[in-house]
């Protein structure tokens, strides 16, 4: 374990399904993300949560919804997927803005049937 | 927009072999640019963070260079094993925001 945990490991859902993936870190970060990881694709930042900011890439659609409840924990709200959301979505968490500690989950396998 | 582009895409060794992975970046206003590894079906981990004043970081084997004006870095794997087939991914950090461009990767398989 790297210190971020994220669950489940693999969800698979249907289009009219609603889900949520859960990231927890206890290693004191002030900032976490979401990224999406699709087949032949570079990373893809989604969102970014920080004591400072929260940074939303505005190509993201909106059945994709955050949620950073604390600093330790992020949630990303899945409904009415479609099959292109099909992906791995790693969760990471850093010191600051800095980026030093930049530490990533295993990631979420999501398959949408 | 800063995009980042890996080369070679795959590379394949022997065992032994000294290699180098290359990284470009198209926008050289970066704050840092950091080196991950990617095992298949894991998160990232990290290997080196080169900050945008610094020309080179080093950790065992590995070594990353930076040349911000050029829009260029390298991870040069001395004595290539068998344990570092992974995905390697360059990325760059803009500004003191916490964004970070990836590039797609170069996927590394060494042979015994």
């Known amino acids: 374990e790297t210190g971020v945990t994220q669950t489940p490991r693999h969800l698979v859902m249907g289009m009219t399904n609603k889900k949520s993936l859960k990231c927890e870190q206890h290693?004191?970060?002030?900032?976490m993300y979401w990224y999406k990881q699709s087949a032949k694709k570079p990373l893809e930042l989604m969102f970014v949560y920080s004591l400072e900011e929260r940074v939303e890439n505005n190509s993201v659609p909106s059945r994709f919804s955050p949620e950073c409840p604390n600093s330790s924990h992020l949630f990303l709200h899945l409904h009415t997927l479609q099959p292109e959301d099909s992906a791995l979505y790693l969760c990471?968490?850093?010191?600051?803005?800095?980026?030093?500690?930049?530490?990533f989950g295993s990631g979420t396998r999501l398959t949408v049937v | 927009k800063q995009e980042v582009t890996q080369i070679p895409a795959a590379l394949s060794v022997p065992e032994g072999e000294n290699l180098v992975l290359n990284c470009s970046f198209t926008d050289s206003a970066i704050y840092n640019l950091q080196w991950f590894r990617q095992d298949p079906g894991k998160g990232l981990t990290s290997l080196l963070l080169i900050q945008s004043s610094q020309r080179e970081q080093t950790s065992g084997r590995l070594n990353a260079s930076l040349d911000k004006s050029s829009g260029r870095s390298t991870l040069y794997i001395a004595a290539s094993q068998p344990g570092d087939s992974a995905t390697y991914l360059c990325?760059?950090?803009?500004?003191?925001?916490?964004?970070?461009?990836f590039g797609s990767g170069t996927k590394l398989n060494v042979k015994p």
């Open positions: 990325a760059v950090k803009q500004g003191n925001f916490n964004k970070f461009y």
């Open positions: 990471a968490s850093s010191q600051d803005r800095s980026g030093y500690g930049y530490t």
């Open positions: 290693l004191g970060h002030n900032a």
